[in-house]
Each structure stands twice: as structure tokens, then as C-alpha cells.
């Protein structure tokens, strides 16, 4: 099913003499790379620089920039077809709000995206796209807007908490839009995933509330060991510790997992995106755990997302028969 | 709307210099072009070399090969899950013949999808991509086998001949896999777009002895209208153009025989002619005071456009379902 390719430094070298179309302006740091000599191994069969650019997605997705651009656009549309969301706060900064796109059926599942953007960027309304067939299909689609790594002074805790607050707050409010408690899932992409990744290895008995408060989720093109992502030149803007790696490890607290999960990468991801998904999907499965792995041939980082916003696509399909609400005729 | 960039020159320098995913390969073939004087006008402000270029697609897309290779993997999927579908031969040559993935809903309506590939390539097999969304909103759908332009010694008659009996065939036999000759429908992509468009002014009356509104309904997308701007191209290499063929297969210059609505869609980052075939289509329909759309898709190209069809909430899917008044699901 995977497509391999033999020499990842072929492929990146191809790769990287690359610029998709509107992305051409944004990558010019990712300069034409010339054969280089390896230096020292700092991760696996990575030097710095192939780990730096195994967690730069514009090196292997060219096409970032248009992919965006069409997913905003796509987005706007989306609202006018089914309408502005109701927009609430579940806590007390401007940013800690979500967006609950409603469908018309009563005591309907509820499906909570968790976007990415490298921890860095991004805004609930520009994921509008998700929510036409969710809702179509009977279920509230709840977009979550939540702090950046920047404006967080470089932590990753407060995004996972208000995350997982946000979570908690739909558990306890979901019957306020007609959503039913009992059948809350989350699907998330990259960053995102990484923090949907901490939400679901969460002891949500601190909080008083049940270990499998999320009866599914469907995590794609994520992270869920950070060491890597430490010795990366991530590090630059996010000031891991040591109590945060591994406290936001997901792959380390597979204990405390009480829901499915759907796991999934492109085929035309960084080694490092494939990688990590691979191997977090062989961790939950050695804990005996429910866990499926899908493979999107011929995706990309950022086309990966694209097809859950399509019912018949990749991750809507799987999101879609997760939540038992499948598109079958 | 479309996003424009100041010089066309300078929009293809950029395109040409750009290597996508795994498009690379494909692109590999074509180096950075360096500015250069431009040459004596031969249609509307290009010289020849622009002509040409806005009649080759891989100029101004180049992750062609990746995303058709993408639909063939995707046909593949749809094919596993809905069967293999029934085929029926509409002629007697072996390429005659045409796939029918049926709904289960009785007396359904009919889509019939016409594939491009610039005329010379393409199979049915490789376009099921879409077949779970007619299926699944209850439709029957069709995806014609015909010759392509190189077996034809260069004729685009025999090919038009061959979807036009295509299309004759299923009004006569729709009964036989439980569709309503009298909901046929058309649509096509690229140079499908164009025999789509084809299709929607042929006298059906004349030459077959059916009425004139055999087909209620076509979507035409990223296709050709008039050829005698594609007959100044370098596709007159392959295509043998003749004045008949140029005059006969030009859909706009016979809108007396056009009996349905026509909805009309391109992508922003197709090639200039492209998006002008398309815009100046839609002006022509809407100016003989018959029913037409123009649906426009911020930053796709060519190819992206395609692959929307599999997408009901995408503006091409949804152009689709919604002239034959079906809800996506």
C-alpha cells in the first residue's frame, strides 16, 4: 500500500529544487540544495540539516501557500452555504472560543477539529471547509480556536490545556446546542494532532470526567514523541524542557488512552511525519488498544487535510465511519 | 477574483521554475526559462511560444502526473468498495464500450463523464474517482471508453462520433441497468469539457433521429469551446485540423442547438486560455439568452479541478448534483 522511495535524500534533493506555484515566494529560504556531505547524526539516519527539513513541512509541500489560500477561499463558501457558526467561550481570554457549525438534527454527535500550523498559526474560521459534510451528515462539526506558541512565550502547555478545556467544555454543554454528550469525537491535523494526541492520553478524572470522554478520534499527519522534534530547529520557537517533552509525549502515556483511534499520513509527508505516525500507531497497537493506520497515497502534508473536507475523501470517509454516520447508499 | 499577477511572462518563468511533489520527475524535463523577446502576435496578445504554452498543461501545472496518478489510485478504491462496474459495448470496436456504476435507487437519473487527456490519452478505468458521490446521491454513473486522437490519425470527428453514439446509446437502453433515459445528463473535464461541450450542440434530431433534448443538462469543466485558437497551437501537431473540424467541433458557434442549461467551471491557476475558453463560453450561452453558470475555483489548477469532481461540496461536484437536482450525501 505505501509507496516507498529508496533514497530519501534522492527524494529530498528532488524536492528541495522545488517551488509549487504560490509557494515559490514563500520557500525562497529553501534554496536549490546541491549533493551535500552528511554531517554528524543527531536522530536516526539524520544530520541536522535532514532533521531540520523533516520537520519543515515546505520542503516536502511545496504547495503550502496554495493549498491555504484555497482552503480560506473554500472556507468562505462554506459559510455561506450553511451559515455563520454560533462562536462561544470556554474560558476567559479572547482567544479560548470555539465555533459550533450546527447540523438540524437533535442529540446529534459532535466531531471537535483541532487545527495545526506548526503550533504557530492559524484560526478557527479558516477550517469552515471541514464542517458542510459533517453537518449534511448529522453531526455538529465544533472548529476550536486556542493560544499560539508565540504568544505563549514558547510553552506548549497552554495550548494542550485550553484544548483539552475546550473539550471539557463541550462535554458539559453539548445538550445547550443540541449535541449529545455521550458521542463526542475529535479529528485534528499536524500540530494539531499532537495536541489531539495529549488530549486523548489525558486522566480526564482530574477534571472529574470520564476516561473515555471521546469515544473516537482521528489524528492525521501529527506528532507524538517530541525528542525529535526538540533536536529540530523547532526548538528555535518552541522552548521544550525536559518536563515538557515528556509530559507532552503523547506515545508515553498510552496508559491512559481510553479511545479509538484513527491514525493517519501521506504518503509524500517528511520522513519524520511519516515516522512518527507509524510508530505511534505500532505503540498503541502493542498496548492492545483500538488503532487504524490509513495511508494516503500520494498526498502531501497539506493535501492530506484537504480530503477531510470531502465525505469521500481519505480522512472524511474514516471520520465519517468513526462517528458510525458512513456514507454508504 | 483570479488572482493575476502582473505579466503573464512573468507568471510562466515562475511556474516553469517550480517542481511539485511528486510532479518533480515529470518536470524535471523542463528548465527555469530564462526572459526572452517576444515574438510576432498570433492570437489575442500572445506569440507563438505563449500559445503553446497555454495549451500545455504541465506549463502551468506541474503535479500533473501526480494527481492523475492520484485518481487512478482513487478509481481503484472506488472500485473496491462499490464492484466492478457492468460494461457495456455501444459500438463495435473494442474501445466502443462504456462502464455503469448503478445506484440502487430504481428509475434514477443518468450522468454520463466524458475524460480528458488533451484528446490523445485517458481510459475510463482511471475516472471512477467520482463514482461513489453519483452512487451514493442516486445516480447511475456512466464513464465513456472512446479512441483517442493518435488512433484516429489525427481526427477529433471520430472521437466526437463515438461519445455522441455513446450518449444515444444510454438514452436508448438506460432501462436495461434501471436509469430514466429521460434524466440523462453530461459532464466532462479538460478535452472531455470540450466533447462534453461538443455533446450539448449536436443535433440529435438530425443525426440520430432523437430529440433535441436527449441530454437535460451538461458540466463542462476546464474545456474548449471555440478551436481555432488550439488549432494555432502546437497541438496542431497531433490534431489534424481541418476548417470543417475547427467549425463542427466548435461548441460556441452552435448555441442555435443547444437544448440545456450548461454550467461552466475552471480553476484560477489554470493556463490564460484555459480560463478565457471558459469566460468567454459562459458570455456567449448568456448573451443567446440561454441558461448557463460559471463557477470559478480559487487557486486550483487544471488537474485539482478534476479531482474535485469526487467532491460533492466542492463548486464542481456540486455544479453537478445540483443540475440534476440531487443532495450530496
Not at chain 1, 448529522?138 to 497552554?158: K, Q, R
Not at chain 2, 444510454?170 to 462534453?196: I, P, Q, T
Request: hydrophobic share 40%; net charge positive.
Amino acid at each position: 500500500m505505501t509507496m516507498q522511495y529508496d533514497d530519501n535524500t534522492t527524494r529530498r534533493a528532488v524536492l528541495a529544487a522545488a517551488a509549487g506555484g504560490a509557494a515559490v515566494a514563500a520557500s525562497a529560504p529553501a534554496r536549490a540544495q546541491q549533493p551535500r556531505a552528511q554531517g554528524p547524526l543527531v536522530w536516526l539516519d539524520m544530520d541536522q540539516q535532514a532533521l531540520d527539513d523533516a520537520y519543515d513541512q515546505i520542503v516536502y509541500a511545496p504547495n503550502r501557500e496554495q493549498v491555504a489560500k484555497r482552503r480560506i477561499a473554500n472556507s468562505e463558501r462554506a459559510r455561506a452555504a450553511i451559515g455563520a457558526p454560533e462562536r462561544v467561550a470556554y474560558g476567559a481570554t479572547e482567544i479560548e472560543k470555539l465555533d459550533i457549525y450546527r447540523t438540524r438534527q437533535a442529540n446529534a454527535p459532535v466531531n471537535i477539529f483541532v487545527h495545526g500550523g506548526a503550533w504557530r498559526a492559524n484560526r478557527a474560521a479558516d477550517y469552515a471547509c471541514l464542517a458542510e459534510p459533517f453537518v449534511r451528515s448529522g453531526a455538529h462539526f465544533v472548529i476550536l480556536d486556542f493560544t499560539n506558541v508565540d504568544d505563549a512565550g514558547g510553552s506548549l502547555f497552554p495550548m494542550v490545556e485550553q484544548v483539552r478545556r475546550a473539550v471539557g467544555w463541550v462535554y458539559k454543554n453539548a445538550e445547550s446546542f443540541g449535541g449529545d454528550p455521550a458521542r463526542l469525537y475529535l479529528s485534528s491535523h499536524s500540530s494539531g494532532s499532537h495536541i489531539g494526541g495529549c488530549v486523548v492520553t489525558h486522566d480526564w478524572r482530574k477534571e472529574g470526567l470520564p476516561v473515555d470522554i471521546l469515544k473516537g478520534a482521528t489524528l492525521g499527519s501529527g506528532m507524538y514523541d517530541l525528542k525529535p522534534v526538540r533536536l529540530s530547529k523547532r526548538s528555535k520557537y518552541v522552548k521544550f524542557t525536559d518536563a515538557m517533552e515528556e509530559a507532552l509525549s503523547a506515545q508515553r502515556h498510552i496508559d491512559k488512552l481510553n479511545t479509538p483511534l484513527i491514525l493517519a499520513h501521506g504518503t509524500y509527508e517528511t520522513p519524520e511525519f511519516q515516522r512518527q505516525t507509524r510508530d505511534f500507531y505500532a505503540a498503541v497497537k502493542a498496548a492492545g488498544k483500538p488503532v487504524e493506520l490509513i495511508i494516503g497515497e500520494g498526498y502531501n502534508h497539506f493535501e492530506m487535510l484537504e480530503t477531510l473536507a470531502n465525505p469521500y475523501g481519505l480522512l472524511g470517509r474514516a471520520v465519517l465511519a468513526q462517528m458510525r454516520l458512513g456514507t454508504a447508499a | 477574483m483570479p488572482s493575476r499577477r502582473n505579466g503573464l511572462l512573468t507568471r510562466r518563468a515562475l511556474v516553469a521554475a517550480t517542481v511539485l511533489g511528486a510532479g518533480g520527475s515529470a518536470l524535471a524535463q523542463r528548465p527555469p526559462q530564462p526572459p526572452r523577446v517576444k515574438g510576432p502576435l498570433v492570437w489575442l496578445d500572445m506569440d507563438q511560444q505563449d500559445l503553446d504554452d497555454a495549451y500545455d498543461q504541465l506549463v502551468y501545472a506541474p503535479n500533473r502526473d501526480y494527481i492523475l496518478k492520484r485518481c487512478a489510485r482513487n478509481s481503484e478504491l472506488a472500485r473496491e468498495r462499490l464492484g466492478a462496474p457492468k460494461r457495456f459495448a455501444y459500438g463495435a470496436t473494442p474501445i466502443e464500450a462504456l462502464d455503469v456504476f448503478t445506484t440502487k435507487v430504481a428509475n434514477a437519473p443518468v450522468s454520463v463523464f466524458v475524460h480528458g487527456g488533451a484528446w490523445r490519452t485517458g481510459l475510463a478505468i482511471n475516472y471512477a474517482y467520482a463514482a461513489e458521490m453519483f452512487v451514493n446521491a442516486g445516480a447511475h454513473h456512466v464513464v465513456l471508453d472512446f479512441n483517442n486522437v493518435l488512433e484516429t490519425g489525427g481526427d477529433l470527428m471520430v472521437m466526437a462520433d463515438q461519445v455522441r453514439r455513446a450518449v444515444a446509446w444510454v438514452y436508448r437502453n438506460a432501462k436495461s441497468f434501471g436509469g430514466d433515459g429521460e434524466r440523462l445528463y453530461v459532464c466532462g473535464h479538460s478535452s472531455g469539457g470540450h466533447l462534453a461541450g461538443v455533446l450539448l450542440t449536436t443535433d440529435w434530431k438530425k443525426e440520430f433521429g432523437l430529440p433535441p433534448t436527449v441530454i437535460k443538462g451538461g458540466v463542462c469543466g476546464s474545456g474548449m469551446y471555440d478551436l481555432k485558437p488550439v488549432r494555432l497551437s502546437k497541438r496542431s501537431s497531433y490534431v489534424k485540423f481541418t476548417d470543417a473540424m475547427e467549425d463542427k467541433l466548435s461548441p460556441q458557434r452552435h448555441l442555435d442547438l443547444l437544448a440545456a442549461p450548461v454550467a461552466l467551471v475552471h480553476g484560477t491557476l489554470e493556463t490564460p486560455e484555459f480560463q478565457r475558453q471558459s469566460r468567454d463560453f459562459a458570455a456567449a450561452v448568456k448573451a443567446a439568452g440561454k441558461p448557463v453558470t460559471l463557477a470559478v475555483m480559487e487557486s486550483y489548477n487544471h488537474f485539482e479541478v478534476m479531482e474535485q469532481l469526487g467532491n460533492p461540496y466542492s463548486l464542481f461536484g456540486r455544479a453537478v448534483l445540483e443540475q440534476m437536482r440531487l443532495a450530496p450525501r
